[in-house]
């Protein structure tokens, strides 16, 4: 990594990103006819990782948040009702 680069926020384990690696690759070449080496498509990921990703894992964790919150308020609902008068 070079001198003024942030570091990924997100990253993935040796497997995944080979996989992500290869698909990104043979999406490049598939869809635009670029035959990059594996350097350059690696900045391409590393750039996904550290800027675009974070922005889709937040919008996740949003999501899981609603989701929970909602959940939470129809379990509190639930023992309302279960209460004895």
């Known amino acids: 990594m070079s001198r ?11 497997a995944q990103e080979q996989a992500a690696l290869h698909s990104l690759k043979r999406f490049l070449e598939e869809r635009f006819e670029l035959r990059l080496g594996s350097f350059e498509v690696q900045e ?3 750039l996904f990782s550290r800027d675009i990703a974070p922005h889709y894992y937040n919008k996740a964790i949003a999501d899981v948040q609603v989701v929970l919150s909602d959940r939470f308020a129809s ?4 023992l309302w009702a279960l209460e004895k008068s």
């Open 4 to 14: 003024g680069k942030k570091a990924p926020v997100l990253s993935l384990d040796a």
């Open 44 to 46: 391409v990921l590393d």
């Open 75 to 78: 379990i509190e609902s639930d």
